[in-house]
């Protein structure tokens, strides 16, 4: 016999968990998390009759199923799309001719691993300025198989978390 998820959590403590383990592993990815649920949404009402009435525009906090949903969309984007789009940029890269022969044809192409990108991360740009070199990160291409196994398992959580609408992807 399984125990729905429903058994075990309320969505509160559900987002609270997800949040708290969030801090636990990337504490700036959780930061990101709490922002956006934080932004809220924006709604437009109308206030008084007649002549005077007028629409007006509000921010209103995201309710908690909503916030699952935001959670939930941040990490396929952190965890799904960006290693995607990464290794479709890699797989551009390195098909890219680096030099030139003396007939004008390509001499040799990126090995993975040599492509470095610059970090534009504020803690990096500090430690950059301070020691006036740049700092580089090697990237390489994530398995797809890896990919897929997270895109799975972000699903499972989307599906176990899923708002009474069906709402949570």
Known sequence: MT???DDQFTPAEALALILNRLQEFDPTLADEAQAAI???RDEISREGAGRKARLV????????????????????????????????????????PVGEGESGQATSRAIPGEVLVETVSPAFSAIR?????????PLEVLPESTIDEIQRLVGNLASVVRTGDGDAR
Do not use: K
């Open 3 to 5: 125990t729905s998820f």
């Open 38 to 40: 934080d932004r809220g």
């Open 57 to 96: 525009r509000r921010t209103v906090p995201f309710t908690v199923d909503e916030s699952l949903t935001r959670v939930i969309n941040l990490l396929r984007a952190h965890f799904v799309e960006a290693p995607l789009i990464t290794n479709a940029a890699l797989l551009e890269i390195m098909a890219t």
């Open 129 to 137: 300025a301070e020691r006036s070199e740049q700092v580089l990160q």
